[in-house]
């Protein structure tokens, strides 16, 4: 298992889900430092979505453990683990589609991140700094007061982020967020999530568009049957030959070395 040094930002140990005799996820073990982008990558039935519900708390473990920053949060509720740090955008692009953009961010900048007692919500100088700053960090704030029902895909996607971001997050889950998109859309996603981790947010993704998935990862993690199949950098993804006959097959695992490589020549030139 990749080891982190210091004391992780997010820890997994032996996680477990079994529905039934079936196990969907089994025993997985990592750890993720801050300031680390993680992407998970496998076959549809792997356990990814799994793994996130069980870190979000949608879904109980069966057994195992999950620690944000040291703290056992394995009991804890989605809202105590939501006002622990941890931000989760779904598959599903829905939001309040009778409210606007603004308002629909408002909704988890108040509500996201900790408790508050304010009669009639009353709205917080600082919560409408929130909601403005992460309108801006996703390239919404000149549809701050459109309907959220009239976005489009990208838009609708980019509104779920805006709303994470808004919760002030120390650790974001994103599960398959450019699912849907054009290359040139994904490209867009990508610089927003690329500059949502330089500002320090710890970022985890589920996503089956490699490209997006070398891009953006510090490090990569393959499931599959429930169990970790590979773990290591992007660039060893491709050499790996299990990895490849379950998940990429020959041809994609070519594209992905040539990703992975264009990646590190690029980091080296800047």
């Not at 477990?16 to 076959?43: H, Q, R, W």
């Not at 009639?120 to 701050?144: H, I, K, N, T």
């Not at 990569?220 to 006959?245: F, N």
């Amino acid at each position: 298992m990749f080891q982190v040094r210091e004391t992780p930002l997010l820890s997994c140990r032996n996680v477990t889900k079994k529905f039934g005799s079936l196990a969907a996820v089994s025993e997985l073990s990592f750890d993720l430092a801050a300031g680390e982008v993680l992407g998970i990558g496998g076959p549809n039935g792997a356990g990814k979505t799994t793994l996130f519900e069980m870190i979000s708390g949608q879904t109980a473990v069966t057994s195992g453990t999950i620690a944000l920053e040291g703290r056992d949060i394995t009991g804890l509720s989605p809202v105590g683990r939501c006002h622990a740090g941890l931000a989760r955008v779904f598959q599903l692009n829905t939001g309040f589609d009778s409210l606007s953009v603004r308002e629909n961010v408002l909704v988890a900048a108040y509500y996201g991140r900790a408790p508050r007692r304010i009669p009639g919500f009353r709205v917080p100088s600082e919560v409408s700094d929130q909601v403005q700053d992460a309108l801006c960090r996703v390239g919404l704030e000149a549809s701050a007061d459109r309907a959220a029902a009239k976005l489009p895909v990208i838009d609708r996607k980019l509104l779920m982020i805006a709303g994470a971001l808004a919760m002030s997050p120390k650790l974001l889950l994103l599960d398959e967020p450019v699912g849907g998109l054009t290359q040139r859309e994904i490209d867009q996603v990508a610089d927003v999530v690329g500059q949502v981790a330089a500002d320090g947010v710890t970022v985890v993704l589920i996503e089956h568009v490699m490209r997006f998935l070398v891009q953006l990862s510090t490090r990569v993690m393959i499931l599959h049957h429930g169990r970790k199949l590979y773990e290591g950098d992007a660039a060893g993804i491709s050499r790996d030959p299990d990895v490849v006959e379950v998940y990429l097959g020959q041809s994609a695992g070519k594209d992905v070395a040539r990703l992975a490589a264009d990646r590190t020549e690029a980091r080296h030139a800047g």
